[in-house]
Structures are given as structure tokens and as C-alpha cells.
């Protein structure tokens, strides 16, 4: 099976949200929706969207989660840990950067469990603490793609400073990523695409 993987640069933080659809189909998964709705809109089309996932609960990865659930009817997935930061803007980061939370919708989100099945598409949720409690990476097994949102970068990982980071989680989290397959495809939630591989020899773990 073929994915084919949009990514929409997002916000002033520029967040990569993907729109990521099985080859043959219309109908499209939205990963990590963060704060230009517009955009992300306009990338969909009229595309159905079969559920909205987030990697975890920081506000660059979530704003457009609810105007975007409202607008398509998709259901929005969320580690159960991080689901208190959803509409919390000090929990989430929002308000000490632009000082209160944005318009919108309330975000109400459903739990993910260890893999969710959506829009002709299988992932694997492997839950990756570190960044935030319920920071998740989702993983496409056969097509060797990871979606690893803010636990790992191109030539980095994720803050373990703010609500619910952790160091000594983060680099269990990494230490059982770099256990995937080398040439696994590493999209991330900020940056360049990069591969388990290349990410793995960075580090002595």
C-alpha cells in the first residue's frame, strides 16, 4: 500500500501538520492540525477526513483541531495523559506565549488506544513520553513511516521543559524509537524529514 503524505507548515512556530491519505482513496487522516485553519482548509479541499490525531497536547499542534472537527465531522484522537491540555492554555503552552487561548471551538477528543484504524490507514500508537506525558508517535508499519511530532527531530527532540516534560522519559522514548527499522521515514512536527537511521547514529542511548 502507497500513502501519500501532505505537509502544511503551520503558525508562527511553523508546526508540520500532515494530511495523510492511502493511494486510491479521497479520504484523508489530518495529523497534528496547528494554528492556520485557512491553510490547512484549503489543502483538504473537499476531501473527507476520517479522524483528526493528535501527537500530543502543546497548542502549535492543536489550535485548528476543533474548527477543523466542526467543518469535516471527523472525530479528534488524543493519549488520554494529555487530554487535560486540550483547552487549558496555560497546561498547553498558549498563554505564555500569546497570553490567553484562541478562538474557537471547545476541543473534545477521543482516547487513542495502542493503534486506530482510520480512512484505509493502520497505525501503531507508541506511546513516547518525554516531551509531554502523553506524547505518541504514529507509526504506518508496512510503509515505514513515522509521524513522530515533537519526540524527534532532524538533528534533535523535543523540549522537556514545559507541563509534563521529563528527561530520563524522553530518552527511554528515543532509545525504544531507534529499536524501528533504520530506513523507517521520520516525519516530524517541526523541520525536515529525516530516517530512524540517520537519527540513531546521532546518539550513544
Known sequence: ?????????????????????R??????????????????RKALGNRPVGAILLTHGHFDHILAAGPLSQATGAPVYIHEADAE??????????ADLMGGFAQG???????LGEAIQASGLDFAVLHTPGHSKGSVC?????????????TLFEAGYGRVDLYGGDMR????????LFDLPGDTRVCPGHGGETTIARERARYRL
Open 23 to 40: 493511494d486510491g482513496r479521497d479520504d484523508c487522516v489530518v495529523i497534528d492540525p496547528g494554528d492556520d485553519f485557512a491553510k490547512l
Open 105 to 111: 471551538p471547545e476541543v473534545t477528543a477521543l482516547p
Open 1 to 21: 500500500m502507497r500513502v501519500n503524505i501532505q505537509a502544511v507548515s503551520c503558525g508562527i512556530i511553523q508546526e508540520n501538520a500532515y494530511i495523510v491519505s
Open 169 to 176: 522519559a524522553m530518552l527511554n522514548s528515543l532509545k525504544s
Open 138 to 150: 504514529l507509526y504506518l508499519k508496512d510503509e515505514g513511516v513515522l509521524f513522530s511530532g515533537d
Open 85 to 94: 491540555m486540550l483547552n487549558d492554555s496555560t497546561l498547553n503552552g498558549y
